[in-house]
């Protein structure tokens, strides 16, 4: 098994931000800079076209440990931020900004490419929990929360599906087709966040994404808006949505 | 115009309630002991069956006034709490328990009965905010709140489309029938909660409510579970969606 390796560190205001490498894998880790021995972590995954500092992931990650002292963990997506594309990218890309440019959907593209890119990930996922599992202050039989939006859902599905270890997860903004199957079988809680005037999902679609998951506790959040105007406080519950479940089963309080 | 009088208070925890009555309307208001000279309102309705002083009502209120130091206001709806009940009343109560015992469908006359309650209440709750604004408290032009589930939402609707001096509303667990074409002039923001299994509310029906709403702002919540199953933090949330809309439009800040 790979371990990871810290790169660089850096502190502010109570939060430590290392940077890693898993392989070939670029990563980041946020915790707090004090607190208990242990404590959860949220392992989360950032949108299509963007990378592992993005300023929603930076924010999203601040909250989380600052706000309920848990451990945060992103890694570049194949093909983007530090890492290369693929021939196979690159034909997916413009076939994207083809469709942007001449008004045609871009769910077609988008689903297929994510689930491409999700095949890729979710090993590189599973390898990247194991190793952050060996870290003293992570460590195994803890809750693991899932935290993924956009593409990030449709690699998220997949991996959170399969993997007992996570206790609760928040995806969003997706497309079913590839994903309503795989989310059949996900139990634990989730939060799932639609925009209710989507001009890339319509809302039936978006609806049948949420029904799919076979969580006995799941909360729909429906903003109106467009696709890219998910609404702020929508970060504020979802580290709410965290505390409730990741602390109540935490292996110490944090 | 009629004069608010109190009848009996009592104290504790940071929390003022007065009972008061409007002529025949009694109703209960909650004030935070100490804070500034003047602040927000909180107008709320209960459900059908329950009355003004339900755990319900007091645990939203406890939250609104040392959360956010706003004040709240409730009263009994016709024919519920300590008011009498009208012939038609007992016979619309009769009429739900023989479709309750019988297994038939609640909504038609859920939907039919609260619509008359609807227009008993709706000049009451008028008077009553005309009232409450006369106190030095809370006084005219401030921001005010709406805070209603199921029959509250029934007399809300018309209640909040009609009356320009309110600021954000929250809503829920109702039918559009007799409610769709009113809350399509609602333009304030608005959360509104569903119960994504409701034995009585239909999906697409509560969907279909949520959805006529004309607001540029409007969320919906939609969790997992029966008609009686809203999840407790479904209440926290309605106090950081006032806390929101109401501070920002304080007089002065709370």
Known sequence: MQSIKFTAQASADGVIERDFTLGEIPGVLWSPASGPERAPLVFMGHGGGTHKKWPAMTGRARRLVTGCGFHVAVVDAPGHGDRPRTAYDEQEIAALYRAREAGEPEGPIVVRYNAQLAERAVPEWRATLDALQELPGI?????????????????GVPFVADDPRFTA??????????????????????EYAMQWDDEHIPRASALALFDAFASKEKTLHANSGRHKELPRFESDSAVRFFARHLRATAVQEV
Chains 1, 2 share one sequence.
């Open 139 to 155: 460590g195994t039989g803890g809750p693991v929360g899932f935290f993924g939006l956009n593409m990030a859902t449709a690699i």
């Open 169 to 190: 997860a928040v995806f969003g903004l997706h497309w079913p087709d590839a994903l309503a199957e795989t989310a059949r079988r996900i139990t634990i809680p989730v």
